[in-house]
């Protein structure tokens, strides 16, 4: 059965508690896990040195489809979504808020009358 | 032409595109459309990045009037690419389990040293497209791109340490997909 600190091992990046980088230092299992994480970290950035070669229509399909320029934010669409989002947590709150504040106020007038 | 040179013929190009000029940012275009559509392949998947590198261009064209030069032209055509796979991410959950069977272009290496590489590499790139796409935006632009916690936070609209989560689970996801191959 898999030791539970080196699950815990596992799931801290980093340094993390002093008794787990105790426990890595000894480990053998974690050091295994830790040096092929190394290796997965030294081969990723090597993807970035490969270029597929775009689909032959991509070049012309765009230039077919320029538009008038707009100077639109190219973020525009993210940052409207982000907005939406916090407003309706927002909302969301607000809604449990108020609702456990009327049913705190009806208990009371209820015990009162 | 010394780098030098090479730039300022950019930056020419860039003003006339800039301006308005199609057959400039045609240029821009035939420059720059492997690397978005790279990036938008590893972020998306090979069936929706077509889609997301044309609908990028297409929006640095229309926002180039916008770009005033602080960051490279290249960086900021990936920061819009990344926007665009991300706003399209419903579509691309649709495409989540795809295979990459683009063609990979490695110049110059030893027959068997490139095998290896190739092999390794398309491994990875079977693992990534096994995460989900929010994982797999994280891991592309932080391990694969370089991008910063925080850049890679703002262009994705999350928090950084959502990001940081992300990128751990995605990290430990990655091994034990490639653990699981050999």
């Not at chain 1, 490969?50 to 973020?75: I, N, Y």
């Not at chain 2, 003003?15 to 492997?34: C, I, K, P, T, W």
Request: glycine share 8%; charged share 25%; proline share 5%.
């Amino acid at each position: 059965m898999r030791n539970p600190l080196c699950f815990f091992a596992s799931r801290f990046p980093g340094e993390g508690p002093a008794f787990l980088a105790r426990h890595r230092a000894c480990c053998l299992r974690c050091q295994a896990a830790a040096a092929r994480e190394r290796s997965l970290r030294r081969a990723l950035p090597g993807l970035a040195d490969e270029v597929l070669v775009a689909p032959p229509g991509l070049q012309s399909g765009v230039l077919c489809r320029l538009g008038e320029q707009d100077a639109a934010d190219p973020r525009r669409p993210l940052v409207v979504r982000a907005a939406a989002r916090y407003a309706a947590a927002a909302g969301l709150v607000l809604a449990t808020g108020l609702a456990f504040a009327a049913g705190l106020a009806r208990r009371q007038s209820r015990a009162l009358g | 032409m010394t780098p030098g040179e090479v730039q300022r013929a950019e930056e020419e190009v860039l003003d006339r595109a800039r301006n308005g000029d199609r057959e400039a940012f045609g240029d821009l275009v035939e420059r720059y459309q492997d690397t978005v559509y790279t990036l938008a392949v590893r972020l998306v998947g090979p069936d929706l990045a077509a889609d997301v590198a044309q609908e990028a261009l297409l929006r640095a064209w229309r926002a180039l009037p916008r770009f005033r030069g602080e960051a490279a032209f290249g960086t900021w055509l990936h920061r819009i690419t990344v926007n665009t796979a991300w706003t399209l991410r419903k579509r691309a959950r649709r495409h989540a389990v795809q295979p990459l069977e683009g063609d990979f272009e490695d110049g110059g290496l030893r027959p068997e040293r490139a095998g290896e590489l190739a092999e390794m590499r398309a491994g990875l790139g079977r693992a990534l497209c096994a995460l989900t796409p929010g994982q797999r935006a994280v891991v592309v632009l932080r391990d694969v791109y370089g991008w910063s916690n925080a850049e890679t936070a703002r262009e994705l609209g999350i928090t950084e340490v959502t990001a940081k989560v992300r990128l751990h689970r995605a990290r430990l996801r990655l091994r034990t997909l490639l653990e699981g191959s050999r």
